[in-house]
């Protein structure tokens, strides 16, 4: 009889412990939230607010609302993104209040939650609750441990559809993504994936025209990474990126396809020194096709030199800024640190190569700033120019890629002039005219010592330093007049084919 006492007395222990724990843990994980809303508050460009919150002994359900900042006026309220996320928290040490619910762990920690759309808070969450049906469009799945550091699964499950609205078809084969972050958002990781989307437009017929064919996307294996920490100053540091396999798209009313290979877009945050931070995004392509042209390339930006002190205050006055747009010292106070931010004397740096059909081309633009000194930018905007220190640009490209780029972008404008005064162009007219008025631009330009010829390839190089700019060593004076005989050079460009020209064009 004992025995028995004594173990039921360790089970009503155990049982107040439990009861107790779960308390403990519901009030951790309404902290938690707080924390995080607090953390999103961080990102200017969005708002997050509690609608409800009802805290239990053992769950507890919240409803959080996700207001995205729009441009003012127009159809704004329309094409709103903003929505609500409803939350199931379900308090720890064991979540057994989520037991039996499809995708919660039965795990040791402080809190299980299962987060899913408000199918009601939005039209385009209504839509997508219409077209899943009986499934949860999205559903977040979130282990809470008890230091506040959570590890989140998201999914969307596959979804197929035919003759739906303005869609013909759609494969979609699902999203997967999983997340960590650790305790006050200082450090986050993760990956998300998806598979495969085929999307086809329904065919739109204009008034007395037959029905042309709808537009096409296909996408194939999306995938989006981030590893990134807090660091000096309170930024993230670290990278995120997105890869695309495949892309293609092809526009139903023009019906030229646009194609991407191996996309891959690369963002990166690093400290620079004790005081600096850098940043870099890079862009490649191993294949891109545009109507008839196609080839590979590639895009570096990099911003060094960055005050960090600084660039947190920038952050903090966008933030300020989404939350009192109309404030009149938001000007002033933008002005103090974008100051403080060249003193730092950043640097700016863009390099761009390119192999397409016709040719090849690489570019590289190096930018320097300086403080511009006691300058009142809302009096004198142009003081802003004695904020580049010093810059430097080269571009080489293949003669027959630059000839081609500008004979057609040519053929485009005389072909809608033409358009425009009602008069009939034959294409080969069109065509020999582009190339006769591009041949006199580049030799112009050739001719004022702006672009040299070196075998089949144009280059150009120009330095700014000191107030003077040279281009190809050449000193271009910096002014109203592009020359010293006031518009030599302007003069030296034919810009336009004489009347003989065109009107032979058109017969």
């Known amino acids: 009889m004992k025995k028995l006492v004594g173990v039921i007395v360790v089970i009503l222990v155990l049982a107040a412990g439990f009861v107790g724990a779960a308390y403990w843990s519901g009030k951790q994980a309404e902290r938690w939230y707080q924390e995080a809303l607090a953390e999103g508050a961080k990102n200017a460009n969005v708002k997050l607010a509690t609608v409800r919150y009802e805290r239990g002994l053992f769950s507890s359900q919240s409803v959080t609302r996700v207001q995205f900042t729009m441009p003012e006026g127009g159809d704004a309220k329309e094409t709103d993104p903003s929505f609500s996320i409803r939350q199931d928290?379900?308090?720890?040490?064991?979540?057994?209040?989520?037991?039996?619910?499809?995708?919660?762990?039965?795990?040791?920690?402080?809190?299980?939650?299962?987060?899913?759309?408000?199918?009601?808070?939005?039209?385009?969450?209504?839509?997508?609750?219409?077209?899943?049906?009986?499934?949860?469009?999205?559903?977040?799945?979130?282990?809470?441990?008890?230091?506040?550091?959570?590890?989140?699964?998201?999914?969307?499950?596959?979804?197929?559809?035919?003759?739906?609205?303005?869609?013909?078809?759609?494969?979609?084969?699902?999203?997967?993504?999983?997340?960590?972050?650790?305790?006050?958002?200082?450090?986050?990781?993760?990956?998300?994936?998806?598979?495969?989307?085929?999307?086809?437009?329904?065919?739109?017929?204009?008034?007395?025209?037959?029905?042309?064919?709808?537009?096409?996307?296909?996408?194939?294996?999306?995938?989006?990474?981030?590893?990134?920490?807090?660091?000096?100053?309170?930024?993230?540091?670290?990278?995120?990126?997105?890869?695309?396999?495949?892309?293609?798209?092809?526009?139903?009313?023009?019906?030229?396809?646009?194609?991407v290979t191996n996309l891959t877009m690369t963002g990166t945050l690093s400290p620079q020194g004790a005081q600096q931070v850098a940043g870099e995004v890079v862009v490649k392509a191993d294949k891109v096709t545009v109507d008839q042209q196609s080839g590979s390339g590639s895009l570096k930006l990099a911003l060094r030199n960055l005050d960090g002190a600084t660039v947190a205050q920038l952050q903090q006055w966008q933030q300020k800024l989404a939350g009192q747009p109309e404030d009149p010292r938001a000007l002033d106070e933008l002005m103090k640190l974008l100051k403080t931010l060249l003193r730092g004397k950043p640097e700016f740096a863009l390099d761009s190569q390119a192999k397409l059909t016709q040719g090849d081309w690489q570019g590289k633009l190096t930018l320097n700033f300086q403080d511009f000194g006691e300058v009142n930018l809302l009096l004198d905007p142009s003081g802003l120019l004695g904020a580049l220190e010093k810059g430097a640009a080269d571009v080489v490209a293949s003669k027959a890629l630059i000839e081609a780029l500008l004979i057609g972008t040519t053929k485009e404008q005389l072909l809608a002039q033409a358009k425009e005064q009602g008069k009939p162009a034959s294409e080969p007219a069109i065509q020999s005219l582009a190339a006769q008025q591009v041949a006199q631009q580049l030799q112009g330009l050739t001719t004022a010592g702006f672009i040299r010829l070196e075998g089949d390839q144009y280059r150009s190089s120009a330095r700014f330093e000191g107030g003077k700019l040279f281009v190809n060593g050449q000193e271009i004076p910096l002014g109203g007049s592009a020359g010293a005989d006031g518009g030599v050079i302007e003069d030296e460009i034919p810009l336009e084919p004489d009347d003989g020209a065109e009107e032979s064009a058109q017969e």
């Open 89 to 259: 928290i379900y308090h720890g040490p064991l979540p057994l209040a989520g037991r039996g619910v499809p995708g919660v762990p039965m795990q040791w920690g402080g809190a299980a939650i299962r987060a899913t759309l408000d199918r009601d808070s939005s039209a385009w969450t209504r839509e997508l609750a219409k077209l899943y049906g009986s499934q949860e469009p999205v559903v977040a799945i979130s282990q809470v441990g008890f230091d506040g550091a959570s590890d989140t699964q998201i999914t969307m499950p596959p979804l197929t559809l035919s003759n739906v609205e303005d869609l013909q078809s759609l494969a979609f084969s699902g999203l997967q993504g999983q997340f960590q972050v650790a305790p006050r958002g200082a450090a986050v990781q993760g990956k998300l994936a998806v598979a495969s989307l085929d999307l086809v437009g329904k065919p739109a017929a204009s008034e007395g025209q037959p029905a042309s064919g709808g537009g096409q996307v296909k996408l194939g294996d999306l995938s989006m990474n981030v590893n990134q920490r807090k660091g000096a100053f309170d930024l993230l540091f670290g990278d995120s990126s997105v890869k695309i396999a495949e892309l293609r798209a092809q526009d139903q009313t023009t019906g030229a396809p646009f194609i």
